[in-house]
């Protein structure tokens, strides 16, 4: 039984361009969590999506951020137009529906 | 009101001896409250978790100790082992409205041998 999936897992963008981050949950798991770690701290939720829907995106910024889950297929992170300050190890987390949370290896976004 | 509070910050203990993790909430709405470990260049992985009502919970040589009143929990590993050397982190979650984790500041644990 495979765990969380996350590609790519390094990711390295010049500012401006564009990141998108996969992430493929554990078989059976409908609900998926996008949290951000910057370096030395503690993980920050950003966004939970059940299949085609967006349930709370209270922790993702207001402007080039978007998430998706789609019906087929992996979850995306997008960041458009990448900052120097969107340098981080972003992890996505699945669950089943009930309390537990299981981590993908994350992708660490390197903006250069 | 959603922070969780960690400490220490880091954390040196001797192989066998007991490593103790203190963490503090405030949002009495939380119930669940998982400890996650994470090595270096890893994902967190759970490690443990308790509800609110019961105080204590064991599994294997890691504990987590619950106080409600005061809204504090701790993660004791007992016969510490260089193999622990990790970042654990807290975290606290809410089954009602904000279904997210809220994480502690981490703590980097090293074991010497």
């Known amino acids: 039984n495979a765990g969380v999936m996350q590609n790519p897992r390094h990711l390295v963008r010049r500012r401006g361009q564009e990141a998108r981050l996969r992430c493929s949950p554990m078989?059976?798991?409908?609900?998926v969590y996008w949290y951000r770690q910057l370096p030395e701290e503690g993980l920050k939720f950003m966004v939970y999506?059940?299949?085609?829907?967006?349930?709370?995106e209270s922790g993702m910024p207001k402007e080039r951020f978007s998430a998706e889950f789609p019906k087929e297929g992996p979850s995306i992170l997008r960041i458009q137009q990448v900052v120097r300050g969107d340098s981080a190890a972003y992890f996505c987390a699945s669950s089943p529906g009930t309390l537990e949370q299981f981590f993908g290896p994350g992708t660490r976004l390197t903006v250069l | 009101q959603q922070q969780v509070k960690q400490s220490p910050q880091s954390l040196i203990v001797q192989k066998g001896g007991i490593s103790i993790i203190n963490c503090a909430y405030e949002n009495t709405a939380f119930d669940y409250f998982p400890w996650y470990q994470q090595f270096p260049g890893k994902g967190p992985a759970l490690l443990i978790a308790?509800?609110?009502?019961?105080s204590e919970k064991k599994e294997g040589r890691f504990t987590i100790s619950f106080n409600k009143s005061a809204k504090q929990f701790s993660l004791h590993i007992m016969d510490s082992q260089p193999g622990d050397s990790a970042t654990y982190f807290c975290?606290?979650?809410?089954?009602?409205?904000?279904?997210?984790?809220?994480f502690g500041s981490g703590t980097q644990l090293t074991v010497l041998p």
């Open positions: 308790i509800r609110p009502d019961v």
């Open positions: 975290a606290a979650f809410s089954s009602g409205s904000a279904r997210q984790l809220t």
């Open positions: 999506l059940q299949k085609e829907n967006i349930i709370d």
């Open positions: 078989k059976g798991h409908s609900h």
